[in-house]
């Protein structure tokens, strides 16, 4: 599978606790968020997006948190699953209206303990 | 409906070869983005198209290059491969133009250079 990141910071948890992700971003600007799951051997999957006019918006069993002020995303899993062991990535468009490009975090790997 | 189709999956290449990558996006889908992910490096933005137009490239060499069909179809071109450019190559799809739009992604073409 894909070795996103050779020191990837870590999160294990147990099966069935609440996953905290946390994420900083860089550019004051950006306006629009994406939170996305890499499984071993595939391509990131979107999970969850918010855009700065908001703080929050959840979706199933998943809920992102922006705070501007700290230029901080987090994403909570709800009732942890083993089959959501993943990397996460945070990504941010950090040029608005110039189009569709990402600027990704380095990621988070997720173990779920069963 | 099917998602992003990137081919081939896996591609083996000696130094100071070319390859070309070939994006199917997700159908009614017309932006194509670009993107390499490397251990060290993380995943990195390459170039995005609409409408056959490059809308935005990322700080790679002019050794990578793309193009996008009429049928929305892309494809990228890596010229005298260096060893460096060894990594996986994500494809990403949006509905439109517009600066917040989710992207979705295919699996991937893992590039390996000898």
């Known amino acids: 599978g894909e070795s996103v990141g050779l020191h990837l910071p870590t999160l294990s948890v147990q099966e069935g606790d609440n996953s905290i992700i946390n994420c900083a971003y860089s550019?004051?600007?950006?306006?629009?968020f994406i939170w996305y799951k890499q499984e071993s051997g595939k391509g990131p999957q979107f999970i969850i997006d918010?855009?700065?006019?908001?703080d929050k918006r959840q979706g199933q069993r998943v809920t992102v948190l922006l705070n501007k002020t700290v230029k901080h995303l987090s994403l909570q899993i709800a009732a942890t699953q083993p089959g959501d062991s993943a990397v996460y990535f945070c990504a941010e468009n950090p040029y608005n209206n110039a189009g569709n490009m990402l600027t990704f975090g380095g990621g988070t790997r997720l173990m779920v303990k069963p | 409906k099917a998602g992003v189709t990137q081919t081939p999956r896996y591609l083996i290449k000696t130094r100071g070869q070319q390859v070309t990558l070939s994006c199917s996006p997700i159908?009614?889908?017309?932006?194509v983005s670009w993107y390499q992910q490397t251990p060290g490096q993380g995943l990195q933005f390459l170039f995005e198209y609409f409408s056959e137009t490059q809308r935005n490239k990322g700080n790679f060499p002019g050794r990578f290059s793309g193009r996008q069909f009429s049928n929305s179809r892309s494809e990228m071109n890596v010229s005298t491969l260096e060893l460096g450019d060894s990594a996986l190559y994500l494809c990403?799809?949006?509905?439109?133009?517009?600066?917040?739009?989710?992207?979705?992604f295919g699996d991937g073409t893992r590039l390996s250079i000898l």
């Open positions: 159908s009614g889908h017309r932006s």
């Open positions: 550019n004051s600007a950006s306006d629009y």
């Open positions: 990403a799809s949006s509905l439109s133009a517009g600066p917040n739009q989710p992207q979705h």
């Open positions: 918010i855009r700065s006019n908001m």
